[in-house]
């Protein structure tokens, strides 16, 4: 048997990503993890130019996802704004400063889970 993907996560990470482009976020990545992970199906990760819009970009998907019925189980590095993930179960969200992403390098660590295309 063969893993698949949620169709729930898959709808909230496209719902996510089109709330944190309002915001600004740049670089936006959708790796597809739970073929090689139990953690999510899908990480999104995106990147704020500061705290303050790390913060933005972060208050922003709660509040909207909130309203959408969707409520993260956990939230962390808020305070700091350097790197913040919004858990949500089948999508694990994270926010960066650009420093932080460059130094923890997501996109690096989980290079093997697959890419997902958001052009269309």
Known sequence: MTWEPDRGSRHLALKAIKLATEKKAQDMRL?????TTIIADYF?????ATAVQVHAICDHLTENLKKAGYHASRIEGY?????VVLDYGGLVI???QPEARDFYDLDRLWS???RVNLEN
């Open 31 to 35: 790796l597809e993890v739970g073929k």
């Open 44 to 48: 999104l990760i995106g990147t704020g």
């Open 112 to 114: 093997e889970a697959p």
């Open 94 to 96: 994270h926010i960066f």
């Open 79 to 83: 305070r700091e704004g350097w790197w």
